[in-house]
């Protein structure tokens, strides 16, 4: 978007389309200056990759690795989607954590005690999530009660739950065998056509690579008939061919082992599901124009108490999908499922670049935050790192890019 | 004349897309006033922050001298070290503090470790003498009118060796009577050796105060002219800015209101249960088709809490009475109903309830009525993009895109973004507060011929003004509201300025 095709002159020289065109090392430094907030996360990403493949010797960019980690990834990421709605409209969320984790046993419950079939208890815990998210929603919105406070209760409140509900059994097994595959299960191969390789997987990876090579041009086409400033072409071609290695890269890697798994294709869908609200509909303008400015969005007329309820019971249903995820993944219910959920949620949050001034955060930058924070504890498993170490270092991690964050949007007034 | 006591030489100043400031060169001669004038988005703000260090040194090119020494300020401590102080449209007092508190800011009186509180206050009360202000130095600030709070800031500026006192746009949220006492306060710290830069948009203030008058336009020195020498005159000014002469700064309209009535409030209270008193009382007025209704009075006669609480009552008065729309009973619960139904209100505060500043030009004229650009939900990026083409075209918004952030513009321009949402929005009642707030001559013309065609269309504006010559030159009618109450309704034949005066302070 600020990409400038004027070479000369220092970066703030004004926007010119007529100079000749630029070198193309020079035009990539500005445009990665200009932009490195938006990339920042990207390139975060990588050289913590790059580092863990180094230190084990390859071991973390394997194809079991990388499908695991992303597995793991699964219910922080879709609780740091959620995270980040609620984020951007100004408010918190506490409760979340021990919210997934009672629900987690609710469906347990459900299915081992009272033997009820999955297809029912799945919809029947999410919905419950969204309720319990209007429930913490209604004295933040109605009455003004601070969302820290409000929530904090809630995390008290399902913390206890969650003990009450297990009091008799402790751990709680599960045996139905769909519902554990969410968390533990890989899409099924149709068309094998060489051994070890999952077709569906590349199959999927090459569209989603044509979708997105379709949809840059598409953007670029549309920019330019209203002479909006654009990458340089060349530019623009690294940036295709970069994204669609990574692409390849990752669809390579997980095709190599189990294939996609169900809980990446919830998590991708979930992710693309709340992007496209954010981005395309009204909806989603109303939540960024609510965490701007709530005052100016209410006499724009949008309801900025039932903007709060939804962002509320949508972050109280992906809970509750973050609680099926993490069930499934361990077969089982325990008293201890959810503990740091929420703060590992607003961590991904904040380091895929949510400002706590409300307004400002991505979806995208989220899932990016998330598997930041998972690869971190990966990599440092793989190591073999004293847990207590581990701490320190997420902790740095999470300061440093919300410094970084805080440090670059200052300049960029 | 003696040499001046400062001097920017060949000022540039870029912003990403923008070049704000071209080549300015600016000389202020000790003890006199100083007024910058220009469109809106000529470079007079950004001129005073680089002035002020504000924008520091190496962020500009070109020199700034001060009592004869170049300086290179780094930032607002440095200018304000050297004797200048800057007041920004924008008041900076902390409101929930004290006025001695606010005063000493950043300034603190010290003992060794602790605060000296009593020689603080003491020192305050000198300060606000200076300005002559009586008011208790241990109020809140939040607790005093906004002409108050403007002395305050001045206080507070005088509380250090001032030598070059700056305001920008000091009495655009002032009313009249406010507005004359800083006048008067700015001629008497003339007397005392004060040098004053001022920036104004209101030329009659500027003609009577000035010794001198520097033009901008484009981000250049147009020109420089002398008082003492006749040569600042109204038409003179708006020629220089404008680059254009206008003689009559309302136009004509062509239309009569007709006689159908669109609105009527009858009997109207209202009760602000967190201030604890009935803000308004016993309200009874009416607009017709094709009208523009001014509605006159003194800053916090209530004028904006009306419009607030007939427009769904985002504040959540508790009301009484009644309104009729289009004859139908109207009981907005919230904005978003009132909308619907045909009823707009543009806010008199553009940076705390208007925009969205950190979103960029076009997500906010399409804010108030994105469903208009939208199918099932999802918004259409291109008639988004058409939309605000439009309106920046129609209103001449200063921006190098739609896309630039709204934090980015210039005052007035963003005053024009506000009308743009609005305009958007088209309703059958628009209630404008304060709509030329901030905007210089010549947009002023441009919206009021905008609200000329809007009325000849057949909507009916209501418009809140504290500019008592911009309330008589395009009202079809006047409202005078005082404490609350409407005190007095002038068919615009038989209102003037000292009637509706009489009423308002009645
Ligand atoms: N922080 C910024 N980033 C980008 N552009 C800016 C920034 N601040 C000002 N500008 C641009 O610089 C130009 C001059 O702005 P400035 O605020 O100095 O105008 P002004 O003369 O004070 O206008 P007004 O009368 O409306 O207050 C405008 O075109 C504005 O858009
Ligand atoms: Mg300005």
Redesign the interface.
Known sequence: MSAVNSPNAGPLSPVSGTQAAPSFLASLRRVLQENIRDYAMFIALFLIMAFFTYTTNGLFLSSRNIANLLNQTGYIAVLAVGMTLVIIIRQIDLSVGFLSGFLGALAAIAMAKYGLPVWLVIPMVLVLGAIAGLITAYPIARLGIPSFVASLAGWLIYRGLLLVVLAGTGTVIIADEIFNAIGNGYLPDFLPIAPGVHTITILLGVLAIIFYIWSEFSNRGKKQAYNFEVLPMNLFVLKLVFVTAILAGITWILAGYNGLSWTVVIMLIVVGVYHFITTQTVLGRHIYAVGGNPEAAELSGINVRRIIFIVFASMGFLASLSGILFASRLRSATPTAGTLFELDAIAAAYIGGVSAAGGVGTIIGSLIGALVYTSLTNGMNLMQMDIAYQYVIRGAVLAIAVIFDVMTRNRAK | MDTPILEMRNITK??????ALKDVSFQVQKGEIHCVVGENGAGKSTLMKVLSGVYPFGDYSGDILFEGQVQKFTSIRDSEHAGIAIIYQELALVPELKVYENIFLGNEIKNRFTINWNETIKRARQALDKVKLDVNPEAKVKDLGVGKQQLVEIAKALSRDTKVLILDEPTSALNESDSENLLHLLRDLKVHGVTCIMISHKLKEVIAIADRVTVLRDGQTVITLDAHKGQVTETVLIKHMVGREIDNIYPVRESKPSNEIVLEVKDWNAYDPQLGRTILRDVNFNVKKGEIVGFAGLMGSGRTELALSL??N?KRYRVNGEMFVHGKKANYT???Y???DGVA?S?EDRK????????DVK?NI???N??AI?QR???N??AE?QVA?KYRTALNIKT??I?QKV?NLSGGNQQKVCLG?WLFVNPNVLILDEPTRGIDVGAKFEIYSIMNKLVEQGMSIIMISSELPEVLGMSDRVYIVSAGRITGELPIQEATQEKIMALATN
């Open positions: 870029t912003f990403p897309g923008v070049k427009f769904g985002a919230h904005p978003q009132a909308i619907q209100y806010t705390a309830a208007g925009l969205i500043l950190i979103q997500h399409s804010l108030a994105l469903r939208a939900g999802v918004v990026e291109n993009i083409e190098p895109s896309e934090s949402k």
